[in-house]
Structure formats: C-alpha cells, structure tokens
C-alpha cells in the first residue's frame, strides 16, 4: 500500500519566517505534488515535481518555492511566511497515469 | 477562475438509500474525471474515476456518470452507510494520469443512521 508521509500534522510559524514542509514517499513514484486546501476553494495545485531535480509550477505558486534532491522526498519551502500561507497542505504522489496517494496534510498557522 | 464547481456544500442522506453528490465543469478539454473522498485529519483517498469515452463506470456501491454535454458528473453511493460519511471531491485533469489536477471545492456527505 502506498504511503505518503507528511513530517508534520501540526505548525505554528510567525511571518517572515522561513518554513520547510517535507513529504516522503515509499513507492517509488516519480510524480510528486504539493496542494493546500482552503475552505470554499478545494484544493489548489502549488507545485509537482514529475523526476528528481524537476518541477513545474501549479495554480498557486507565488510565495513558494520546492526541492526534490531524491525521488522519495519532496519539500515545500515558503520563503518569507505570510498570514495568508495560514492553510492545509497536502502532499501527493503518482507513477504513470495511476491516481494521486495523498498525505494525511500539514496544517500550518502563521502568526 | 474555478473550472470545476461543486454548487452543493453539504448533503444529507438517511442510511440505505441513495446519495447523489454533483459536479459541474466549464473546460471543454478536460477527459478524466476523479472523485476522491476525505474524512477529518486524513488525506483525500482515491475513491473510483471515469474516462471520456465513457458514461459510467461502476465499482461495487458506487457508480460515477458522465454527462459531457451538460459538462456534468454525479457520484451515486447505494445504500449509502454511516462509514461514507465524509467530504467527496470532484477532480479532473486534460487527459488520464496528467499531473495537473482540477479539484472542485467539495460536499459534505452525512448519512443518517
């Protein structure tokens, strides 16, 4: 069964503050994403990585940016934490035209 | 801009009868369709998806229908069960296994004992 491991369920950051979130997978997938999930607007597409070292932008990158070193772990960086990052964040992964594993999600709150 | 809209928030279902979840899109290119359920504090999990060249696809209590015409596909879960209860995304995507996910903002299933 695929896993997809968030590092943390719950953050508080203050603004200004940089922020890594992590995302690990154990199944090999090459695809990876980053979402958030804000109430009345679902979940909105910030980042996928579809191979080491590559990375397409989403919806909703601005404010963002990612890092994927190795093919199972892929991070999530906020520059300089905002009020308006305050958010769910769900990590994905996917191999070929299989559907997306997701993560249990990070909730963040930025101070 | 949201592409793919889900009008009903939340629905209310007695246990054994018929749940019927909507959801509408405008893009015209989209050719996959997903839906995805969500309980509290867990990730969105993969519950059946469908194919533009088809017009329903069944997989046990659920059964998804596309209606590319109206640009309009339903979830319907029978007998619905109290275990469903959940939040249930609608997603599509341009083409089967692309990486850009379109998500609907989702309805609040709740099935009644």
């Known amino acids: 069964d695929v896993k997809v491991t968030q590092s943390s369920r719950y953050l508080v950051k203050r603004t200004g503050e940089k922020v890594f979130l992590e995302c690990v997978q154990d199944?090999?997938?090459?695809?990876m994403f980053w979402y958030r999930q804000d109430p009345g607007l679902g979940l909105r597409l910030i980042y996928f990585?579809?191979?080491?070292?590559?990375?397409e932008k989403g919806d909703i990158p601005e404010g963002y940016s990612v890092s994927r070193e190795k093919k199972e772990r892929f991070s999530l960086i906020l520059e300089s934490a905002s009020t308006n990052q305050t958010s769910m964040y769900l990590c994905a992964s996917s191999t070929g035209s299989q559907p997306q594993h997701f993560g249990d999600g990070t909730r963040l709150s930025i101070l | 801009d949201q592409q793919v809209k889900q009008n009903s928030p939340s629905l209310s279902v007695q246990e054994g009868r018929i749940s019927i979840l909507n959801c509408d899109y405008t893009n015209s290119m989209f050719d996959y369709f997903l839906w995805y359920k969500k309980y509290p504090a867990e990730g969105p999990t993969f519950l059946i998806s469908?194919?533009?060249?088809?017009d329903k696809n069944e997989d046990g209590r659920f059964t998804v229908f596309l209606n590319k015409s109206a640009k309009h596909l339903s979830l319907h879960i029978v007998p619905s069960q109290p275990g469903d209860s959940a939040v249930y995304f609608c997603?599509?995507?341009?083409?089967?296994?692309?990486?850009?996910?379109?998500f609907g903002t989702g309805t609040r299933l709740t099935v009644i004992p």
């Open positions: 469908i194919s533009s060249i088809k």
């Open positions: 997603a599509a995507s341009r083409q089967t296994g692309a990486n850009n996910l379109f």
């Open positions: 199944m090999d997938h090459e695809n």
């Open positions: 990585s579809y191979d080491v070292k590559m990375k």
